[in-house]
């Protein structure tokens, strides 16, 4: 109940979540990575039904502005995540969902 809950909130915190803009960023293997965005605003949503860890690399430039993936999640989990260039390469483990406010570095 309480996963749902959150959810309900962040729909309503976040506008990007009601108005935004959606992108599919990466579909690979069992891997899903996708964006609500607005030009102020970007959520991610990753999954992973993969049985081990996978190192994934996303471009948020597709996004506009200048987006940097924070160290952790809505939920409070911690992101294993390093920047290169105007990509993000982050460490999903297996069978794990994120949902994740980008922070805008401008």
Request: positive net charge; proline residues 2%.
């Amino acid at each position: 109940f309480q996963l749902y809950a959150n959810l309900n909130r962040y729909k309503h915190e976040y506008e990007s979540l009601r108005r935004g803009g959606f992108k599919i960023l990466l579909l690979k293997g069992n891997i899903f990575v996708a964006a609500r965005f607005l030009k102020e605003e970007a959520i991610l949503l990753m999954t992973s039904m993969e049985e081990e860890e996978k190192e994934v690399c996303i471009n948020l430039a597709v996004l506009g502005n200048q987006w940097r993936m924070p160290k952790e999640t809505l939920f409070g989990e911690s992101i294993k995540a390093y920047h290169a260039k105007k990509e993000v390469r982050v460490i999903l483990p297996g069978h794990t969902g994120y949902l994740v406010k980008l922070d805008d570095s401008m």
